[in-house]
């Protein structure tokens, strides 16, 4: 990485020996868009090597991506696939469109239970849209065996619709429901791109009063606090904060949101949030 470039995701969060500590990662990798031009900002071709870096530097447990076309797949896969199991797939009818991903450590994880659901009054019907939502949207969960703490947890994605306020706000509703059922009593982490205000937002105040907690606020030790929509922007101190990482359940021993680049070139048009989370002592 070049000298001038940002803190990575793994230097944001030194290594800890404590082994029920687990380390997630959500990155909105921002989608292909045809027709950008060598040297843009916004050209796949140039900001895959970077994702590909960071995902590998970073060296998350559960790593949660949203806005991923199937053609963004391989390079997802050539930095984790090694280590970590995919789950989930586009959201259209057929698999096809975008995809949530939710990639967890083989190692560390046995896979209990997993679901699929579109955030619509149809939650089952693969391409469903909801309320006022501009496209289909959908969450990725995962009920686990931590193999570290022989605990169970549930680890969710999932990315809000960015035009429609009631869907937003109907989508958390929804994710609140399922996750509570699908959890019980077990430990919950949800992440991803909320489309919404963190503090401020309908979906905010649903989560929270659900009881999922913010790991920008509930971190003992929190990095540079900065909002996680730059638009290859420099990192704005203070900025509105759409990319969440939620738990409930779990204590929260690190935050940092950061812009890693590597030859001046940013991976995606958000941030890299990541949290250290601590599971209950048994």
């Known amino acids: 990485m070049d000298s001038t470039a940002a803190p990575s995701a793994s ?10 500590a687990l380390t997630v990662l959500t990155q909105n990798i921002r989608c292909e868009v045809p027709g950008t031009r ?12 970077v994702l590909r870096r960071l995902l590998r530097a970073a060296e998350a447990d559960v790593v949660g991506t949203q806005e991923v076309l199937p053609a963004q797949l391989p390079v997802l896969d050539e930095a984790l696939g090694a280590t970590h199991l995919r789950l989930g797939t586009g959201r259209e009818e057929g698999g096809g469109g975008e995809h949530n991903l939710l990639f967890l450590r083989r190692e560390r994880f046995e896979v209990l239970a997993q679901q699929q659901f579109w955030l619509s009054e149809r939650p089952e019907r693969a391409g469903s849209l909801g309320w006022d939502g501009h ?10 065996r931590d193999r570290a703490s022989a605990q169970e947890m549930v680890l969710a994605v999932t990315h809000l619709d960015h035009a429609g306020e009631v869907a937003r706000a109907r989508g958390a509703a929804l994710l ?3 996750l509570t059922d699908a959890a019980g ?6 992440m991803g791109d909320f489309n919404a205000a963190a503090g401020e937002s309908a979906p905010w105040r649903t989560l929270r009063e659900a009881g999922f907690e913010d790991a920008h606020a509930a971190a003992v030790h929190r990095g540079e ?9 420099p990192p704005q101190a203070g900025g509105t904060r759409i990319d969440w990482i ?8 690190e935050y940092a949101a950061t812009v ?9 048009d958000h941030a890299t949030v990541m949290a250290r989370v601590l599971l209950p002592s048994t």
């Open 185 to 190: 009593e077990a430990p919950v982490v949800l």
């Open 38 to 49: 060598p040297g843009q900002a916004d050209h796949w071709p140039e900001r895959a090597p």
């Open 225 to 233: 606090d900065i909002g996680t929509f730059p638009d290859y922007g």
């Open 11 to 20: 230097s944001a969060l030194p290594a800890l020996t404590d082994p029920p």
């Open 135 to 144: 496209c289909p949207r959908i969450a990725v969960l995962a009920r686990v």
């Open 260 to 268: 890693p680049q590597h030859g001046g070139r940013a991976a995606s």
């Open 176 to 178: 609140a429901a399922r």
């Open 246 to 253: 939620l738990t409930r359940g779990l204590a929260v021993e």
